[in-house]
């Protein structure tokens, strides 16, 4: 089975600052891992995914992801915030079998203050 | 870029009625899915269909709810008799062969029961 937590369903930061969003997962087999973002009233848009390649995933508008598999974490990250990136983030996993469903966390609304 | 498209971007229904929800998937695309998210919720898996049957459902896909492909183009999702609960952001999401592909989200169909 699958599942994601995301800690902190809020996160605030200063335009310019770190932008660090926590995801950690559970399964019973190698995950397949995703980022999506989701702008107000639109839906979801895929940012970044991990399919065992590269560790280190970069992701569209400058986000890149860590797959941690010692501390199965796959967190999101960005260097400088840009209030465009403003959004509601989703991570979720899946068993990567073709067709299975994702599983999403609770998801984590980024605010970006000027 | 392909995207996947739903129809209507709202629906209000009255309590017991009968409502559809459409959506076209990607062209190639052979695996389809419906989320649905109730406010201020996590996104929450209904269903997954591939060759013209349901392969997987969650425990609110109940007997209310059935999905088609009526036409190689469209999948819709029907709920039978809608409840108050049943209001929510509707998601469709469809993605190609292989082991990690990301699935592509249309931008979801607001339904308000009244």
């Known amino acids: 089975a699958q599942s994601v937590t995301q800690l902190g369903s809020h996160v605030s930061v200063s335009e310019g600052a770190l932008v660090l969003l926590r995801c950690n997962y559970s399964s019973s087999v190698p995950p397949y891992l995703f980022w999506y973002v989701q702008y107000p009233n639109q839906g979801l848009q895929l940012l970044l995914k991990y399919t065992s390649a590269a560790t280190l995933v970069k992701g569209i508008n400058g986000f890149e992801a860590e797959f941690k598999k010692s501390e199965t974490s796959f967190h999101l990250t960005k260097p400088s915030a840009h209030m465009s990136d403003a959004a509601e983030y989703f991570c979720?996993?899946?068993?990567?079998?073709?067709?299975?469903?994702?599983?999403f966390g609770t998801g984590t609304s980024l605010t970006v203050i000027p | 870029e392909p995207e996947v498209t739903q129809t209507p971007s709202h629906q209000v229904t009255q309590m017991g009625q009968e409502v559809i929800l459409r959506c076209v998937p990607i062209s190639n695309h052979l695996y389809f899915y419906w989320y649905r998210q109730i406010l201020g919720q996590k996104v929450e898996f209904l269903v997954s269909f591939y060759n013209n049957e349901i392969s997987e459902k969650s425990e609110i896909f109940d007997d209310q709810f059935s999905v088609e492909r009526p036409d190689g183009s469209n999948f819709t999702l029907k709920i039978r008799s809608t409840k108050l609960e049943d209001s929510a952001m509707y998601f469709c999401a469809s993605r190609d062969t292989g082991g990690g592909q990301p699935q592509h989200f249309g931008d979801g169909t607001r339904l308000s029961i009244l």
């Open positions: 979720a996993v899946s068993a990567g079998n073709t067709g299975n469903q994702f599983y």
